[in-house]
């Protein structure tokens, strides 16, 4: 090849990257500004409050991009704030310590406290953006939920059927609520 055949290789190379890179599918994070607070009301959200100079943010930013990623196809927006440039959101929010992580219901706020891992930060975000009561359809569903010893913070609500209830449980009126807690039964005709 000639020279400037290849110089006009390169050009051709430099400009796609400089073109289509912005347009690349690398990160999947909402950088948020001040107009979050308009928004914040619509939707679900999944926000990172972060300082730029903050180690644990840092060491969290690669796991953030990847829960972004996984969350890319739901309804479910993943966003990041930096407070230091954004004080007014960090102020509205209550922010306090870095990284605080925030999922936003329909303005409802619920802090994030558990562990900053990919797959639990999805199970919290999954939980909460499910429906408020859930239906068990299967025997073994309710064994499995006997069984976890995972402290939740928000309280779940399951729903089954009279067949399903009555292989696990003493129930002899209709309607019924049973609470199981701490390994405890409380019946609540």
Not at 72 to 78: D, F, H, K, P, S
Not at 92 to 118: C, H, M, Q, W
Not at 129 to 149: F, H, I, N, W, Y
Not at 164 to 171: K, N, T, V
């Amino acid at each position: 090849m000639s020279d400037s055949m290849m110089s006009l290789m390169r050009y051709l190379v430099v400009f796609l990257l400089v073109v289509l890179g912005p347009f690349s599918a690398g990160s999947r994070v909402i950088e948020l500004s001040d107009r979050f607070l308009d928004v914040r009301h619509e939707g679900q959200w999944f926000v990172k409050f972060y300082a730029p100079w903050c180690g644990h943010c840092k060491r969290l930013e690669p796991v953030w991009s990847h829960v972004a990623q996984t969350l890319y196809n739901t309804n479910v927006r993943v966003g990041k704030v930096d407070c230091t440039r954004f004080t007014s959101v960090a102020q509205a929010f209550s922010i306090n310590s870095f990284p605080t992580i925030i999922f936003l219901k329909d303005g409802v706020e619920f802090v994030y406290n558990g562990e900053r891992s990919k797959e639990e930060l999805i199970h919290f975000v999954m939980r909460m953006s499910g429906p408020p009561v859930q239906l068990v359809t299967r025997t073994d569903s309710v064994d499995m939920l006997k069984a976890t010893e995972t402290f939740q913070p928000h309280g779940f609500f399951y729903a089954t059927s009279m067949e399903i209830a009555r292989e696990h449980f003493d129930i002899d009126t209709l309607p019924a609520v049973n609470v199981y807690k701490e390994r405890s039964h409380f019946y609540y005709p």
